[in-house]
Every structure is written in structure tokens, then in C-alpha cells.
């Protein structure tokens, strides 16, 4: 055994097909988990609109003065690829909570047999909660 | 003729009964997840039977591709697969045709196999994608060709054959074997477990150290430190053993709660999907953290 064969980590990702309900249920929680951070950021940005507001900044949307918070949310508001991305947030954020649940069971011994049907059952959930909010946030909105 | 055969059969209709009640009442006491498991096996079987009966692949071959490597060897240091087309019989497991492969067609090709009986946890190979046991898995419910590689996450040191040096060390790293000081009074008296406290343990004392479950462990993978599932569900075999002294269990729950050890379980039910041995692997985990926790409150 002078030396051996490293196979590293090639066969992980490439046979994720093979991945069962567990593992799919980690990598989505990850990566809304991330995706909810990112959008923290933005969130900040968004918001810290209100001190220019409150120093007194104005400006003109669609003709009219309003004070800078109103037009930045306004502003963005207007924007149908916005409108998507919200959909898309609410999306991550429903499966991150549902999930969190499922976890949150797992966590305290509480039906570890059914964990892939309960993960199953919040990706179905997630789907049917973001179809029906579609109508709500694309309303007024031209592409 | 007749008679003479009824005879014994009458004979022997109570026995098995009277044989039977006392296990039955043992089993009514038994957790559901033991006769779930047992209904599951018998459903098993019977879907085993049907395969076999509707594909009859008897007189067919089965065709394995097998990883290949050897470190050794001029040629073979380059790892490749190798075809083998192996007589199918009525039963076949992928170890039966692993053997069959290196005794009739290549006597170099290696792997580690010895009881045949899933017991004794030598022959775990990554077969179609999936940690199993070579001796426990049917070619008959296996897609063709079948692949057997070695398993992932530990070197390979030939062919089929991984180095568990680091698993081996793992699991003993956990102290896995029974600790008290304290012996009962009388040269003779045993040391009792009560049945609840067995049902408890039973699972987890199934272990046969193959290394299914850290092969599968995408933490373990990473983290070369970590305990991984095998080496924790030793660890709560013995932490849940009452017969030990409180202060041994809160020695046990010391290693286990260290930064590479429950915690470093994120709950993808890996482990617990390839486990020959149908051991509740992350519910283990997920009781010693519950038991790390409750420990790490009492600050009185």
C-alpha cells in the first residue's frame, strides 16, 4: 500500500440524480438561507432610502414630487422583473419556514420516518403558495 | 399412510404455538418500529419473488462493470472499469457475482468479503450509485449493467478494496465498549439490563462497522474530523446503557458534544437510507443532541 487512489470529491455532485430526499431538502434550505441573507442586504439599501427622505431629498416619479422612500419603493415597485423577483422571494422564504418546521421536527425525534414526506410536502406547499400569490404581486404592473 | 401423517402434524400444531406466544408478548411490548420493520421485510420478500419469477434471468448473464485499480501495477495504476458477464443463478447476490467474476475470469481482482451473511460487514461497495452490502443486495433488483466501485470518501487502496483506517479510528475514538466500576455484590450476580432499557439499545447494537454510513456522509466527506454516523451510534449504544454510572454517561456525551461531533449532523437522512442494518442512524444522532443539550443546561 505504498500509495492509493484519491477519488476526491468528483463522484458528489455529479451524481445528483442519485441524491434522495434528505440530501435535496439541505441543499434547497442552504440555498434559500442564502438567497434570504442576499436579499437582507437589499432590503437594507431599500430602506435607507428613508434617511434621504428625511434629510429632505426629493424626487419625481411619473411627473409628480414625492420624497425620496416613496420614489425609490415606488420606483422599484414599477419594475415588472421586481415583481418576478418578489415572487421568487416569497418563494425561498415559504420553503426556508416550511422546512425550518420539517427541521425543527427532525430536531426534537418527531416522525423521523416520514422526513422525506414532509419535505416533499413543503416543496408541494411552497408551489401552491407561490402560484396563489402570483395574482397579488404581478397586479398593475406593464412589462 | 394417512393416519400416520396426520399424526406428527397435530403434533407438532401446538408446539409452534406454545413456542410462539411468549416472543408474541415480547413483540406486543416491542416498539412498532420492529414490526413495521418485519412487515416491511416481508413485503420485501415477496416483491423479491415476484421480480424473480416475471424477469427469470436464469440462463442470462449479468453484466457487471467493475472499478479496477491498482497501485501496484505498471498498467493498472490508471483506474478503469472492467466488463464482466457472469452466468446469472436464482438467488444471485453482487458479492456471489464478484466472486464468481475473480475465481472463473480475473483471479486479480480484489475485494474484502467474509461471512456472506451480511454479519460480519466486510463487503460494503458503492453499487449503482448507492452504499450496500455485496452479500445483502440481489442482482435481481439491480439495473443492468450493474457498477460496483469502491466505496466514496476513502482512499482506495485496490480495486474494491478502501483503506478504513480512519473509520476503524473514529469508532474508537468513542470508547466503544462497556464501562462500570461498580460490579453487584455476589461472586455470581450478572449485571441486569432491564428490557425497556434493551429495546432501547437494540437497534444500535446492530452495527456491523461496514462503513455504509460514513461513506454516504457528505459531512464526513468534508470534514475529516468528524465522528460520522457509525462511531456516534456506538457512542449512544453505550450512553444509553443504564447500567452505566451517570458520571461515565456524562463522560460519553463530552466526546460526542465536542465541535466534530453531533453537531457537525445536518440531518440529510444519508446515513440512515443505506444502512444494511436498518439502524435508525439520525434519530440516534438527534437524541444525543437532545441528551448533549439537556446536560449542558443542568448547571446546578
Known sequence: MSQSYNRGLIEDFGRWKEFSAGMWAWIFHKFTGWMLIGYLFTHIAVL??????????????AGESVDAYTGTIQGLEGLFIVRVLEVGLLAVAVFHILNGLRLLMVDLGIGLEAQDKSFYASLILTGVITVASVPTFLTGVGL | MSTQQQEPETDAEPEPESQETPTDQEMSGLSSPQQKRLQRKHEGAAERERAAAEDDLEGDTVHLKVFRFDPEVEGKQEPRFDDFHVPFERGMTVLDAVIYAR????????????????????????????????????????????????????????????????????????????????????????????????????????????????????IAAGDNDYLGPAAINKAYRFAMDEREDEEIKEHRLRIVEQEHGVWRCQTQFSCTEVCPKDIPLTEHIQELKREAVKKNLKFW
Not at chain 1, 435607507?48 to 416619479?61: C, K, P, R
Not at chain 2, 439495473?143 to 478502501?162: A, F, G, I, S, T
Open chain 2, 103 to 218: 475465481d472463473e475470469f480475473d483471479s486479480s481482482l480484489t475485494f474484502r468479503h467474509s461471512c456472506r451473511q451480511a454479519i460480519c460487514g466486510s463487503d460494503a461497495f458503492f453499487v449503482n450509485g448507492r452504499q450496500r452490502l455485496g452479500c445483502k443486495t440481489q442482482i435481481s433488483e439491480l439495473d443492468q449493467p450493474v457498477r460496483v466501485e469502491p466505496l466514496p470518501h476513502q482512499e482506495v487502496v485496490k480495486d474494491l478494496v478502501v483503506d478504513m483506517d480512519h473509520f476503524y479510528d473514529q469508532m474508537h475514538s468513542v470508547e466503544p465498549y462497556f464501562q462500570q466500576e461498580d460490579l453487584p455484590d455476589g461472586e455470581l450476580e450478572e449485571q441486569r439490563q432491564t428490557r425497556e432499557n434493551r429495546e432501547k439499545v437494540k437497534m444500535s447494537t446492530r452495527c456491523i462497522w461496514c462503513g455504509a454510513c460514513m461513506s454516504s456522509c457528505n
Open chain 1, 48 to 61: 435607507s432610502s428613508a434617511i434621504a427622505a428625511a434629510d429632505g431629498q426629493t424626487m419625481m416619479v
